[in-house]
Nanobody, 118 residues
Framework: QVQLVESGGGLVQAGGSLRLSCAAS????????MGWFRQAPGKEREFVAG????????YYADSVQGRFTISRDNAKNMVYLQMNTLKPEDTAVYYC???????????WGQGTQVTVSS
């Protein structure tokens, strides 16, 4: 079965950096897109960043573009989210997700809390 496990969340001051990791297992993920979503208290879950597992092309929400970078290590089945110049509004639970083929993301991790203090 597909399993996604996030790590790397924590408390950081505004302007700081944090790197999230996602360990994927259960299949080869050769052409599977991987992504990061987040959900802040009282808000809907929103897309943050995505990357094709094999191609390495990243795409981002406007709110994080230029500050966040998604990357992958196919040999280790790992996906990362480097978050720089963090803002208090980045505070949320961050979820790793995978999209098998085309369409919607259909597998999710349990999430990791990111808290940015002012």
């Amino acid at each position: 079965q597909v399993q996604l496990v996030e790590s790397g969340g924590g408390l950081v001051q505004a302007g700081g950096s944090l790197r999230l990791s996602c360990a994927a297992s259960g299949r080869t993920f050769t052409n599977d897109a991987m992504g990061w979503f987040r959900q802040a208290p009282g808000k809907e879950r929103e897309f943050v960043a995505g990357i094709n597992w094999s191609g390495g092309h990243g795409y981002y929400a406007d709110s994080v573009q230029g500050r966040f970078t998604i990357s992958r290590d196919n040999a280790k089945n790992m996906v990362y989210l480097q978050m720089n110049t963090l803002k208090p509004e980045d505070t949320a639970v961050y979820y790793c997700a995978v999209r098998i083929g085309m369409g919607s993301y259909n597998y999710w991790g349990q999430g990791t809390q990111v808290t940015v203090s002012s």
